[in-house]
């Protein structure tokens, strides 16, 4: 009896950090699929965890009440967790397919209530049934704390290191769920000469094991389907990445690529937009010699850049080493960059191009920033003057950068915020936009310590848009689109145009509010 109230005592505490871990791995995947999802990973990864230590104290308050049957009230609630953590992500993804805007922000806070409060009930419950077994109250409850404390690490690194990236939202969600069960499953199997009824409990954990299963086999399947609804046209490539979700799609000629739900460039006016976020810098510069692009990913700019027979090196800064892959191996994006990335002559590092900037010692001619939009606080820190003006100090005297700064009509304060920000460095900036079918007007921003003389620059390689005589008018923005702080028709509140920076990343919460309509 002795060895068996040890064995029992024993595997509370490893229970307690594996439900721990289980807990850490829903909640930091609440706060990925709110970023995904519904965008600003800060503003949703905070929210999560918010609602989830609410739950966690509201769980632990109810506990109060739970004074007898803790065995069978602490199953239950693994069953709970394990059936509604387990169906979470798959849930998230049909509601924001199928349903009005706003109820998957709702259903997300609901569930992460949820779990944490579920969560929060499990701990003083398993300390009551090991000072039941015969640890002293003191000893029990130091001990589960520390597998919880303990677990939660571990929770956080598995899920960053070996769930997201291995198995996805879908899955890590199915996954985990089984874990809670099993945990569930082992206490009835170890207490079962305690419990009434073993057998309807061990009935139910199976029909719920069976369910997961399910969900693990076949519910990324049907998670496609749903995410299907929210792109225009049939995907044809998924995966998930380390930093991001990557979708491509095609219907006819047209390809598009997106990351976390936002489209980075379709195969129908593409060159549109690449021509004027490489040729005008191209032609600014008086050399070519040494290229640099942050971003770009997909290796189009790159290509655009290989037309200029003087260039020598060009190093592509990405992040997301999977992009890159994808753009050297999947056919309709090597159609489009033409193997670019595969030349002799580019250099890819897979780097924060923050951090990139910071280490190296290397100057270029031409610097293009072709990075996604600052919907979040990792992106908004590439759109600071910090930022510019590290970008700055790696530019030749004679030569020149180009940064796509989003829409002036979508989000015409953004824009002009990030005009603003490049000119607070001490470049001298000319502001250029166009018209791209896919995204709408989009505008760019060169910086450039010479004099900028549009009316001087010239396309002299082969292009399917640009020409020399259009580039001036590429300058000129209407009343509803220029600076307000220059036209005060049109909107645009004047006061807020100050120079985005680390201190006073203002530029979230216009992006957000400048695209909450669109």
């Avoid at 199976?206 to 792109?231: R, S």
């Avoid at 690449?274 to 040494?290: C, F, G, I």
């Avoid at 309709?332 to 923050?354: R, T």
Wanted: net charge negative; aromatic share 12%; charged share 20%.
């Amino acid at each position: 009896m002795e060895q068996q109230a040890v064995r029992q005592s024993n595997f509370i505490y490893w229970a307690s950090g594996i439900v721990s871990i289980c807990g850490i791995v829903f909640e930091v995947l609440f706060g990925a699929l709110g970023s995904y999802i519904l965008g600003d990973g800060v503003k949703q990864y905070t929210l999560v965890i918010s609602f989830f230590l609410t739950g966690m104290g509201i769980g632990a308050s109810i506990s109060e009440k739970v004074m007898k049957h803790l065995l069978i009230a602490f199953v239950y609630i693994e069953f709970l967790v394990a059936l509604i953590g387990g169906f979470s992500s798959f849930a998230m993804f049909g509601i924001t397919a199928f349903s009005p805007d706003g109820s998957d922000a709702l259903f997300l806070y609901i569930i992460t209530l949820t779990v944490g409060g579920l969560t929060g009930l499990e701990l003083p419950i398993l300390i009551r049934k090991a000072n039941e077994i015969g640890v002293t109250l003191n000893r029990s409850t130091a001990r589960v704390l520390f597998s919880d404390y303990a677990g939660g690490l571990i929770g956080g690194l598995l899920f960053v290191f070996f769930l997201r990236p291995a198995l996805g939202m879908v899955k890590s969600a199915f996954f985990v769920g089984c874990i809670n069960l099993l945990v569930a499953l082992v206490v009835l199997w170890l207490f079962r000469k305690e419990i009434s009824r073993i057998t309807v409990h061990f009935l139910v954990g199976g029909v719920i094991l069976v369910a997961l299963l399910l969900g693990f086999l076949f519910g990324e399947e049907m998670a496609f389907t749903f995410e299907q609804k929210l792109y225009q046209d049939p995907i044809i490539h998924m995966e998930e990445s380390q930093y991001q979700k990557i979708i491509l799609t095609k219907d006819g000629n047209d390809t598009r690529l997106y990351l976390n739900g936002g489209l980075q460039l379709s195969s129908i006016d593409e060159y549109r937009y690449h021509e004027v976020l490489v040729h005008p810098a191209m032609a600014q510069a008086d050399k070519h010699q040494s290229v640099l692009i942050l971003g770009g990913g997909d290796g189009i700019a790159a290509k655009e850049v290989l037309k200029y027979q003087d260039v020598e090196n060009i190093t592509l800064v990405d992040l997301d080493p999977a992009v890159v892959e994808l753009a050297e191996q999947e056919p309709h994006l090597l159609e489009l960059n033409q193997g670019s990335l595969q030349n002799e002559k580019v250099d890819i590092i897979h780097q924060d191009a923050f951090q990139f900037l910071e280490n190296t010692d290397r100057w270029f001619d031409v610097i293009l920033v072709d990075l996604p939009d600052p919907n979040d606080e990792s992106l908004n820190k590439l759109y600071t003057k910090e930022f510019y003006s590290l970008v700055r100090n790696h530019l030749r005297p004679e030569g020149s950068l180009m940064v796509q700064a989003t829409s002036p009509v979508f989000a015409r304060d953004v824009y002009w915020t990030i005009s603003e920000t490049i000119a607070a460095t001490g470049l001298n900036i000319e502001n250029f936009h166009v018209d791209v079918p896919s995204f709408g007007n989009w505008g760019f921003v060169m910086g450039s310590r010479q004099e900028i003389h549009v009316n001087d620059l010239g396309i002299n390689v082969p292009v399917r848009f640009l020409t020399t005589d259009m580039l001036p008018g590429l300058t000129e923005f209407g009343k509803d689109e220029g600076n307000p702080m220059e036209a005060m028709e049109g909107g645009g509140d004047t006061s807020e145009l100050q120079p985005n920076t680390l201190i006073d990343p203002n530029l979230i919460q216009k992006y957000e509010r400048a695209w909450e309509n669109y």
